[in-house]
Structure formats: structure tokens, C-alpha cells
């Protein structure tokens, strides 16, 4: 006799992806940040649109996720 198959499904978090000077999906303070730099002239990149410190871009992350204020 066959045994039933059982499937488990869960959503399971996930870092944002980095893809050129910003994580996807970007944070609007991501969007603007880039918008003022590009009118600045100034570098897009990974260090001046998300910062050096990752715990902060995970934190952004998570805020993103919930629809919260960073």
C-alpha cells in the first residue's frame, strides 16, 4: 500500500539581492538617494547608496518587507 505524500510549504526570509550599487528590491531612501547623487554628479555605488555597514541594509530589508518606517 502506497504512503501519502505530504508537502510542507513556509515562506522562508531571504537577504535582499545585490545587483550593482543597490539591493533588490531597492528602498525608496535607496531610490532618492541614488536620484540625488546622479544630480550631484557624484558616484553611484554600492558604498554611497547603501552604506558599508550591511546590518543596516538587512535591517532595511526587513523594514521594506513589513510596509514599516526605517
Known amino acids: 500500500m502506497p504512503k501519502e505524500a505530504h508537502i510542507l510549504a513556509h515562506?522562508?526570509?531571504?537577504?535582499?539581492?545585490m545587483?550593482?550599487?543597490?539591493?533588490?528590491?531597492p528602498s525608496e531612501e535607496a531610490i532618492k538617494r541614488i536620484t540625488?547623487?546622479?544630480?550631484?554628479?557624484?558616484d553611484v555605488n554600492f558604498a554611497t547608496v547603501e552604506?558599508?555597514?550591511?546590518?543596516?541594509?538587512?535591517?532595511r530589508s526587513i523594514t521594506v518587507e513589513r510596509n514599516e518606517e526605517p
Open 19 to 25: 545587483t550593482g550599487a543597490i539591493l533588490w528590491p
Open 11 to 17: 515562506q522562508i526570509r531571504v537577504p535582499r539581492i
Open 51 to 59: 552604506g558599508r555597514d550591511l546590518s543596516v541594509a538587512w535591517q
Open 36 to 42: 540625488e547623487l546622479r544630480r550631484a554628479g557624484e
